[in-house]
């Protein structure tokens, strides 16, 4: 990282109360899907503001951010290069979309996936072909299969399902939490633009779905509607 000045506003603001707090909520211990994280303790509204008076940044210090060790940098690194993406060129776009791709390994905890995959991953594939969703969804990495289905967000704002549901399908089985509150979100975001789609879906597979999905997956439905699929379960 060669640009001191955005390193030294972080150090500034630094919280050293609040960043042992935060590591326990993004579960930073052995084992745990966090492990071995730090933190500086800024808020996410003191990390976007950063990153907003940083959104020029020249790539390679993004890059450089990115692989800090501390979450707050990678935060902003990523805040940036969504504004970067959304205001860039078609080369541009693709030379962050690569980029992501790239050292997604830093991509690595719930957070940074959610502020980064539907408007980098979702945006850059809305007209091209999807297939690394499924790649990604079929991976043994925990945050790519995050990024898949996360990434679909942006197609459901433009009433495209279709993926969100074959992806959501595949991942029934999936063993873990963040996976299932991951689809359990996106089918809700299905359910507020056509309830009918979502229904659909839940009769289907409400049997298969863990109870964490359908809990998220239905959070917007009408109470009687909510009870009847928790009832199925």
């Known amino acids: 990282m060669d640009h ?3 390193l030294n506003l972080f150090e500034s603001q630094a919280n050293p109360q609040r960043a042992a707090f935060v590591a326990r909520y993004f579960k930073t211990g052995p084992g745990q899907y ?6 500086l303790g800024l808020s996410v509204g003191q990390t976007r503001a950063i990153a907003k008076q940083f959104r020029t940044l020249p ?4 890059l450089g951010l990115l692989q800090s060790p501390y979450h707050e940098h990678r935060a902003a690194a990523l805040f ?3 504004d970067q993406f959304k205001k860039g060129d078609p080369l541009q776009r693709m030379e962050i979309f690569e980029s992501y791709l ?8 719930w957070d940074l996936v959610d502020v980064s995959a539907r408007d980098i991953v979702g945006a850059f ?5 999807r297939s690394l969703l499924y790649d990604y969804a079929q991976s043994n990495h925990l945050w790519s299969v995050r990024i898949a289905v996360i990434a679909t967000l942006y197609f459901i704002k433009r009433k ?5 549901l074959a992806l959501c399908a595949l991942l029934l089985s999936h063993p873990h939490d963040l996976i299932h509150k991951a689809c359990g979100w996106m089918l809700r975001e299905v359910g507020q633009q056509d309830r009918e789609v979502l229904k659909e879906f839940l009769d289907e597979h409400t049997l298969q779905m863990p109870r964490t999905m359908l809990r998220y997956a239905i959070e917007k439905l009408p109470e009687s509607e909510r009870q009847y699929y928790l009832k199925l379960k």
């Open 4 to 6: 001191p000045s955005i």
């Open 34 to 39: 966090g492990e071995n994280d730090l933190f």
């Open 59 to 62: 790539q390679k210090d993004v």
């Open 80 to 82: 940036i290069w969504v």
């Open 102 to 109: 790239a050292y997604r390994p830093y991509v690595n905890n």
């Open 125 to 129: 594939l809305y007209d091209q072909d």
């Open 160 to 164: 495209e399902y279709t993926d969100t």
